[in-house]
Structures are given as structure tokens and as C-alpha cells.
């Protein structure tokens, strides 16, 4: 994959609780959409604090565009409504005071939190090693037979983690994506111009 697409960059580093929204935002639909609800949600409301003194309607509104608007506006104004309660402030500091594993079992009780969200929160907002299976992974993952086909997300997750060699959780998992997105597509993968053919069960 590496020599294919090279090692990316840059990707770490970004604010814990904004990744945490952005990454909430993500689910069930596409990059495209979620950046879009993300920048109406900033742009209508530019502090967490306003999100939480909003009317529901209105972040239901700004958010429209990434689907699902009534669900995700729940999801994120009790994560906030969470977070002001616990910390009298919104951010997530205090977990970096946490193990990877109380962060998970934390913020995994939340919901709307599941188990790619807090692996996205660790790796991108707090640049921990944590290895996210979005559904491009988890179809490529199983098509290399890297995950078990019968494995949902969720134990995909426990699976993967102690398989990634320190440091490279980043690497694969955005690998991956960009090899699903270009040829491993969900129907009709592109397996004649597929560089991994040979390592693929799918494919042979």
C-alpha cells in the first residue's frame, strides 16, 4: 500500500471534540456531505457553546446535508450537554489524561459513539494508535481475508488493533480507504487492474 500510494501525512492532530462532531457527522454518508454539514454547523453556530443554547430545529437545519439530521443533532447536543456537565467547559482535555482503554470504554457509553468514532477520536484527535474500520476497511479488510467475514464492525475493531505494527495504524486505514474508493469498489472491483490480486481470496 505504501509503495503504491505512499505514507500520508498530516492527518494527526486535529481538536479532540471537533474531530469527535466531525467524525459523528460521517456516518451513513460520504466525505462530501459530511464536510459540508460540518461547515453549515461552524458557520451557523461558530462555538460548541452555541450549539447548546440552539434551538434543535436549527442544528437539525445547519446539518441537513450530511442526512440523518434528527438523529446526529441528538447524538451531538447530548455528547455537549454530556461534556458541560462533566468538565464545566466544552472540550475533551481530560481524556488525554486517560489510557486508550478507559477513552474507549468512556466515550463508548455515549450515544452516537461507537466503536469507529472513538477509534477516529483517538487516532486523528489525539494521535494515539487506534485503528478505525470504516465500511471501505471492512470490505477490503475481508476481501484480503484480513477480517473474518462474519465479523461485524464492532468486533472488526477488537480484531484488528493488536495486528497493526506500531505506527501504521495511520498509514493502512487511509490506505485502505483510497484502495476501496479507487478499485476495491463494493460492486464491480476493478480486480483485473488490482495490484493486490494475488494476495486477494476474492479475486482467486
Not at 4 to 27: A, C, M
Not at 48 to 55: R, S
Not at 123 to 142: I, N, Q, S, W, Y
Request: glycine fraction near 8%; aromatic fraction near 8%.
Amino acid at each position: 500500500m505504501e509503495n503504491r500510494y505512499g505514507i500520508p501525512q498530516g492527518e494527526k492532530g486535529g481538536d479532540p471534540l471537533d474531530i469527535l462532531i466531525q467524525t459523528i457527522l460521517s456516518q451513513n454518508t460520504n466525505d462530501k456531505n459530511r464536510d459540508q454539514a460540518y461547515r453549515r454547523l461552524k458557520s451557523r453556530f461558530p462555538h460548541w457553546e452555541d450549539v447548546l443554547k440552539a434551538n434543535r430545529k436549527a442544528v437539525v437545519q445547519a446539518i441537513r446535508p450530511g442526512g440523518l439530521g434528527e438523529q446526529k443533532a441528538r447524538y451531538i447536543r447530548g455528547i455537549l450537554f454530556w461534556i458541560k456537565r462533566r468538565e464545566e467547559k466544552l472540550n475533551l482535555d481530560f481524556l488525554k489524561r486517560m489510557r486508550s482503554e478507559k477513552i474507549q470504554k468512556t466515550m463508548g457509553n455515549l450515544k452516537g459513539v461507537g466503536p469507529k468514532t472513538v477509534h477516529c477520536l483517538l487516532l486523528f484527535g489525539m494521535g494515539r494508535e487506534a485503528f478505525p474500520v470504516d465500511t471501505h476497511v471492512l470490505r477490503v479488510g475481508k476481501r484480503l481475508c484480513l477480517i473474518p467475514e462474519k465479523f461485524n464492525a464492532e468486533k472488526a475493531h477488537q480484531w484488528m488493533d493488536p495486528l497493526i505494527p506500531k505506527g501504521k495504524a495511520l498509514s493502512l486505514h487511509l490506505n485502505l480507504i483510497r484502495f476501496g474508493r479507487s478499485l476495491c469498489h463494493t460492486r464491480n472491483p476493478k480486480c483485473l487492474r488490482c495490484f493486490l490480486s494475488k494476495e486477494c481470496l476474492y479475486y482467486s
